[in-house]
């Protein structure tokens, strides 16, 4: 039976919770500044009351390897949120209410370190006054707990960004993805947290954006990871949200790739048995047992190599068997006594709209929740080839039952991202592209017609048989001419003086022109008309059985959108046979189309490389 945290302090040691409270208010008045909220302030946690927790699920089998990863994971998790909850257990933390003004800066990292070497020593004997006792780390972080919100569940999206300081510089992309996203769902009433993995590859909506979108373009479309007020990290849980069929994910905590190296090193790196040899960015990694460092570490997640087969996917497996790993070193270590370093590792890269109490609510929880307790899930789907780019088509039956166990409600598949509507969509934009691509070869086509139906057909002139004429024989004897008449002249023709004949005229039909096209020619335009008629009307048809299918109704979409595609190649290769027997120059042909460079299309440009 997992052990729930006492939320009621009176449940404690009277004594001992109020000394400890009444030490914890001396150093928030004599060593802090005050605590406040510029605009942005977030109180207190808005659970998730429109799906309470009595409606969830009853006993769920315990998947004892799942769980060991998830712990691992909350652990790696709880490292982020105890390092900036339960820094009042031990540390003194300058300038707090910088950490949550109303731009959402980054957490503040700097820590006062404590140096006791030369204090003076306390006195001793009868008169020496009580030593003030040592804080209890779950009492001071219980008294800093915001409990109000302690109840039903609350969303928290983890959100890993994959920017680093070195790709400022180079060749490739300038802009950063949430390359991970994961929704934390806190169940207060069970004592229980369910994880739920979202693909960055998912091909999904981003609420309020017009266009086609991979679910990590989520950030982008909110402005980007550097966006004034936490823009960027809203814009992708409310990306989260519509995923989860419309429950509430008002909260985040953001962390950048150079925070998972710090955070690495500040544990003394981590010892693990890589499956593969590597070389990455000059880097190079044998197979076998490893002691790696941050960057190793870092090289590790972020490798593509043996990825082909289980896409993305396969990367994502890898990184929960690290943080398995990276728990497993903190677990040896006392990960409380290292949260000075930890909370230094995350210097500007660690990013949050949480209050500081919501924090060490969620750290207090935390603090006591049975690994057996915590719940895996993933949204996973069908890598495809589609709209030009890879995409994660979502296993909608999946979500919709993760849904239901994760918060005891049903939600609506998303029919309009399914693979069957996504295929549909994606054949409907290559056929306009290609109706699009090929009016103007219609138009030269139409032109040249036109004009060489103007000319003369040529044809054959008919040969006549001339009547045989009767044999004449002339008895007079021939003229006999005087030397100096010459030759009789003609008009028809001169000779020079060798006695050659020449034409004096050229027959007029040789500089008469005449129709260039043949009919086949001609037939295979009407070919190319008619498969046009066909493929809008395809079109029309697979356009109503899509509207059929959105609606839940019977439809035959499948077959509508094959025809769709048929008709599609038909045109493509008629307007090519087209081109060279008219002359039209094929380089004019525009076969792809980038969706995602359209901005009447895609409202907001993501560069998905």
Same mark, same amino acid.
């Given at each position: !039976?997992?052990?729930?945290?006492?939320?009621?302090?009176?449940?404690?040691?009277?004594?001992?919770?109020?000394?400890?409270?009444?030490?914890?208010?001396?150093?928030?008045?004599?060593?802090?500044?005050?605590?406040?909220?510029?605009?942005?302030? $977030?109180?207190?946690?808005?659970?998730?009351?429109?799906?309470?927790?009595?409606?969830?699920?009853?006993?769920?089998?315990?998947?004892?390897?799942?769980?060991?990863?998830?712990?691992?994971?909350?652990?790696?998790?709880?490292?982020?949120?105890? *390092?900036?909850?339960?820094?009042? *257990?031990?540390?003194?933390?300058?300038?707090?209410?910088?950490?949550?003004?109303?731009?959402?800066?980054?957490?503040?990292?700097?820590?006062?370190?404590?140096?006791?070497?030369?204090?003076?020593?306390?006195?001793?004997?009868?008169?020496?006054?009580?030593?003030?006792?040592?804080?209890?780390?779950?009492?001071?972080?219980?008294?800093?707990?915001?409990?109000? !919100?302690?109840?039903?569940?609350?969303?928290?999206?983890?959100?890993?960004?994959?920017?680093?300081?070195?790709?400022?510089?180079?060749?490739?992309?300038?802009?950063?993805?949430?390359?991970?996203? !994961?929704?934390?769902?806190?169940?207060?009433?069970?004592?229980?947290?369910?994880?739920?993995?979202?693909?960055?590859?998912?091909?999904?909506?981003?609420?309020?954006?017009?266009?086609?979108?991979?679910?990590?373009?989520?950030?982008?479309?909110?402005?980007?990871?550097?966006?004034?007020?936490?823009?960027?990290?809203?814009?992708?849980?409310?990306?989260?949200?519509?995923?989860?069929?419309? =429950?509430? $994910?008002?909260?985040?905590?953001?962390?950048?790739?150079?925070?998972?190296?710090?955070?690495?090193? *500040?544990?003394?790196?981590?010892?693990?048995?890589?499956?593969?040899?590597?070389? =990455?960015?000059?880097?190079?990694?044998?197979?076998?047992?490893?002691?790696?460092?941050?960057?190793?570490?870092?090289?590790?997640?972020?490798?593509?190599?043996?990825?082909?087969?289980?896409?993305?996917?396969?990367?994502?497996?890898?990184?929960?068997?690290?943080?398995?790993?990276?728990?497993?070193? !903190?677990?040896?270590?006392?990960?409380?006594?290292?949260?000075?370093?930890?909370?230094?590792?995350?210097?500007?890269?660690?990013?949050?709209?949480?209050?500081?109490?919501?924090?060490?609510?969620?750290?207090?929880?935390?603090?006591?929740?049975?690994?057996?307790?915590?719940?895996?899930?993933?949204?996973?789907?069908? =890598?495809?080839?589609?709209?030009?780019?890879?995409?994660?088509?979502?296993?909608?039956?999946?979500?919709?039952?993760?849904?239901?166990?994760?918060?005891?409600?049903?939600?609506?598949?998303?029919?309009?991202?399914?693979?069957?509507?996504?295929?549909?969509?994606?054949?409907?934009?290559? *056929?306009?592209?290609?109706?699009?691509?090929?009016?103007?070869?219609?138009?030269?086509?139409?032109?040249?017609?036109?004009?060489?139906?103007?000319?003369?057909?040529?044809?054959?002139?008919?040969?006549?048989?001339?009547?045989?004429?009767?044999?004449?024989?002339?008895?007079?004897?021939?003229?006999?001419?005087?030397?100096?008449?010459?030759?009789?002249?003609?008009?028809?023709?001169?000779?020079?003086?060798?006695?050659?004949?020449?034409?004096?005229?050229?027959?007029?039909?040789?500089? %008469?022109?005449?129709?260039?096209?043949?009919?086949?020619?001609?037939?295979?335009?009407?070919?190319?008309?008619?498969?046009?008629?066909?493929?809008? %009307?395809?079109?029309?048809?697979?356009?109503?059985?899509?509207?059929?299918?959105?609606?839940?109704?019977?439809?035959?979409?499948?077959?509508?959108?094959?025809?769709?595609?048929?008709?599609?190649?038909? $045109?493509?290769?008629?307007?090519?046979?087209?081109?060279?027997?008219?002359?039209?120059?094929?380089?004019?042909?525009?076969?792809?189309?980038?969706?995602?460079?359209?901005?009447?299309?895609?409202?907001?440009?993501?560069?998905?490389?």
């Amino acid at each position: !039976m997992a052990r729930k945290p006492e939320y009621n302090p009176d449940q404690k040691d009277q004594s001992n919770h109020e000394q400890a409270q009444h030490q914890l208010e001396e150093n928030a008045q004599e060593n802090l500044p005050e605590y406040g909220y510029h605009g942005m302030e $977030v109180e207190p946690f808005v659970p998730t009351d429109v799906f309470p927790s009595t409606q969830v699920r009853g006993k769920r089998a315990k998947k004892k390897k799942k769980k060991r990863a998830l712990w691992g994971l909350l652990i790696a998790v709880g490292g982020l949120l105890l *390092a900036v909850g339960g820094v009042f *257990a031990y540390l003194v933390l300058l300038n707090p209410s910088a950490q949550f003004d109303g731009s959402v800066q980054p957490v503040s990292t700097e820590v006062i370190g404590i140096d006791d070497s030369d204090a003076t020593p306390a006195p001793e004997g009868p008169g020496a006054p009580t030593p003030t006792p040592t804080l209890d780390p779950y009492e001071v972080i219980s008294a800093q707990a915001d409990i109000s !919100m302690m109840q039903n569940i609350v969303n928290v999206l983890l959100i890993g960004v994959d920017y680093a300081e070195e790709r400022e510089t180079w060749g490739g992309k300038h802009e950063y993805h949430s390359d991970v996203m !994961m929704v934390m769902a806190i169940n207060f009433d069970e004592n229980r947290v369910d994880l739920i993995s979202l693909p960055r590859d998912t091909y999904a909506k981003i609420p309020g954006v017009k266009g086609i979108y991979k679910l990590n373009a989520s950030i982008n479309c909110g402005g980007g990871f550097d966006a004034p007020d936490g823009a960027g990290f809203l814009k992708t849980c409310e990306a989260a949200s519509w995923m989860l069929g419309g =429950i509430p $994910v008002n909260y985040y905590y953001a962390v950048t790739m150079p925070a998972v190296k710090q955070l690495v090193n *500040a544990v003394g790196g981590v010892d693990y048995n890589l499956e593969l040899s590597y070389r =990455i960015a000059g880097r190079s990694y044998e197979a076998g047992p490893q002691h790696l460092n941050g960057q190793g570490v870092l090289d590790y997640l972020r490798v593509r190599k043996n990825v082909n087969s289980g896409g993305d996917l396969n990367r994502v497996n890898r990184q929960k068997e690290m943080l398995i790993a990276l728990f497993d070193s !903190m677990q040896k270590q006392n990960l409380i006594l290292k949260i000075p370093d930890i909370l230094g590792s995350f210097d500007g890269q660690l990013f949050t709209n949480c209050t500081l109490g919501q924090t060490a609510a969620l750290t207090k929880f935390a603090y006591s929740l049975d690994k057996n307790n915590i719940g895996m899930h993933s949204m996973t789907g069908t =890598i495809t080839n589609i709209f030009n780019w890879n995409f994660c088509l979502t296993d909608q039956t999946n979500r919709v039952k993760i849904i239901k166990e994760v918060y005891g409600i049903d939600v609506p598949r998303e029919l309009e991202y399914t693979a069957d509507y996504a295929r549909y969509r994606w054949a409907d934009i290559i *056929a306009t592209q290609y109706i699009d691509t090929t009016r103007p070869l219609v138009d030269f086509v139409s032109e040249a017609l036109a004009v060489d139906d103007l000319l003369p057909t040529m044809e054959p002139t008919p040969e006549i048989t001339p009547e045989p004429t009767p044999e004449f024989f002339d008895t007079t004897p021939p003229e006999t001419l005087p030397p100096e008449t010459g030759t009789p002249q003609t008009g028809a023709a001169n000779t020079d003086s060798t006695g050659v004949v020449r034409l004096s005229a050229k027959n007029p039909l040789l500089n %008469e022109e005449f129709q260039q096209y043949s009919f086949s020619s001609r037939e295979l335009f009407n070919d190319f008309l008619l498969t046009l008629d066909l493929l809008e %009307e395809a079109q029309a048809i697979a356009r109503k059985e899509a509207s059929y299918y959105a609606s839940g109704k019977s439809n035959d979409l499948k077959q509508a959108t094959q025809d769709v595609k048929d008709y599609s190649s038909h $045109v493509k290769t008629t307007a090519l046979q087209l081109a060279m027997e008219f002359g039209y120059s094929t380089s004019k042909f525009m076969w792809t189309y980038w969706f995602d460079k359209d901005p009447n299309f895609n409202e907001v440009k993501v560069d998905f490389r």
